[in-house]
């Protein structure tokens, strides 16, 4: 059964540092997401993406961050310089038809020190 | 802009048993859909089951079934014979019809199965 991958499984960076999380969504599907868990908290919204541009964008995504779908396959996430609050996990989910349900990935766990 | 409440943090339920988990939403879109999602120890959402707002019947995957009543805005998800494996997070979700539209999640309800 077709899945949606993310790289890495785990993410530890210095405070500053520049990060990019990676996703392959599922081959046939259109809507990608980006959302994140912060420890013990519900899953928030970051973005969503469509016909290679942002659709959607939360408060939560800010300058700092940026999407990119640079191939046919892969979906990134970049964060430009990371805060201590951005450690969390990172989920990348793709969906082939509105309303069908989003299909999460296994996540990304980002710790910045 | 919407909002999920779960009213429950935490519940029990013996194995073999039922338990039903509640939700509640606040939209003003009439067009939309509605989701529980799962999240085990290991962290990874599964999608249960899901809800189309202009279909009245509930719907039912396996051992899980939803009871959707629309005007009360409510949604809530029965799981039939608890297994160990249902020991998870569970997360109620909304989205309005539009196209790529995001998931609202609530925060959640964590249930344990017990022997």
């Known amino acids: 059964e077709p899945e949606v991958t993310q790289t890495p499984s785990h993410q530890v960076t210095q405070m500053g540092q520049e990060v990019i999380l990676r996703c392959v969504p599922i081959s046939n599907h259109l809507y990608f997401y980006w959302y994140r868990q912060i420890l013990g908290q519900k899953v928030e919204f970051l973005v969503s993406f469509y016909n290679n541009e942002i659709s959607e964008k939360s408060e939560i995504f800010d300058d700092q961050f940026s999407v990119e779908r640079p191939d046919g396959s892969n979906f990134t996430l970049k964060i430009r310089s990371t805060k201590l609050e951005d450690s969390a996990m990172y989920f990348c989910a793709s969906s082939g038809r509105t309303g069908f349900g989003q299909f999460f990935g296994p996540g990304t766990r980002l710790t910045v020190l | 802009a919407q909002t999920v409440t779960q009213s429950q943090p935490e519940m029990s339920v013996q194995e073999a048993e039922t338990v039903t988990l509640s939700c509640t939403y606040d939209?003003?879109?009439?067009?939309?859909?509605l989701f529980w999602y799962k999240q085990p120890p290991s962290r990874q959402m599964i999608l249960v089951i899901r809800q189309e707002a202009y279909k009245q019947q509930n719907a039912t995957e396996n051992r899980f079934s939803v009871n959707f009543q629309k005007a009360a805005k409510s949604f809530s998800l029965k799981i039939s014979d608890s297994q160990l494996g249902d020991t998870a997070m569970y997360f109620c979700a909304f989205m309005n019809g539009g196209t790529a539209s995001k998931l609202t999640f609530g925060t959640g309800t964590r249930l344990q199965v017990t022997l």
């Open positions: 939209t003003s879109e009439s067009n939309y859909y």
